[in-house]
């Protein structure tokens, strides 16, 4: 099977052209046309999930956030982008990613998000061109106030800490969120009338929040994993043949102990 069948699965539910300027979706290494058995699936590409592929023999890489942003000057195997690239070459590895098209449509990173907390009416934050765009914002099926709202969150998303802003006992019922990095959008949230808004990357500051408004920072990998799940579903469901694998190790490239 030629890498482009499997590709094309994934751009027809999050099509290619909805990422970022300045993203670099789409394949890091390797051709559409190379034949390929099977994929082994993770948020990030790291030297760990490589390996891991390379122990497996898949010859195909699928990830969230992109192997490779910006220019390569040298690929040097005793740097961690080096070792990747050199190893994925070396063991002919097709490097796949898809970042922000899958942050962009309904049922993608934020979609997942808002289907943990089982919001209702759940529509895009910040809507593009399109029908595609950053976040959604939904309504929670009862409110609740800020406090017992964020244990929810804690359980939903399995935290083992939440950083938020002070809780003042407001009454949380419509609910923004943006899966990864998105304090860009916080005046987005506001604006669409969210009582709280969860994301991840959230700065110092930032929590200084405007009076009945709720802020949660969940963390970056916590907002997304559930789109790895989703790409394997995807394939399953198209190519129920084709060998796909979910990485078995922790991807959070943030640890804490």
Known sequence: MKAKEITSIIEEFAPLQFQERWD??????????????S?????????????????????????????????????????????????????????????????KVLDGVSGLM?????????????????????GVVGTLPSPML???F?????????????RCSRPAGRVISKVALCGGAGKSLVSK?????????????????????????????IGHYEGEIDIVRKISDLLKEKIPTFAVRLITENNNLVHYI
């Open 24 to 37: 670099n979706s789409g394949y890091c290494i390797g051709s559409p046309e190379q034949e390929v058995h």
């Open 39 to 103: 994929a082994l699936i993770g948020l990030d590409c790291t030297p760990e999930l490589v390996d891991e592929a390379i122990r497996c023999g898949a010859d195909m890489i699928i990830t969230h956030h992109p192997l490779i942003f910006g220019g390569v000057a040298k690929i040097n195997p005793e740097t961690n982008l080096g070792y990747m690239i050199y190893k994925a070459i070396r063991h002919g590895i097709v490097v796949y990613s898809c970042h922000t098209n899958m942050d």
């Open 114 to 134: 808002a289907s943990r907390l089982a919001l209702e009416d759940v529509a895009i934050l910040d809507k593009g061109d399109s029908d595609e765009g950053l």
């Open 146 to 148: 800020d406090e017992e």
């Open 150 to 162: 964020a244990k929810v969150v804690k359980e939903r998303f399995s935290l083992k800490c939440l």
């Open 189 to 217: 949230a506001v604006a669409a009338g969210a009582d709280a808004y969860i994301t991840g990357d959230v700065s110092y500051h930032d929590f200084l929040t405007e009076k009945g408004f709720f802020l949660m920072d």
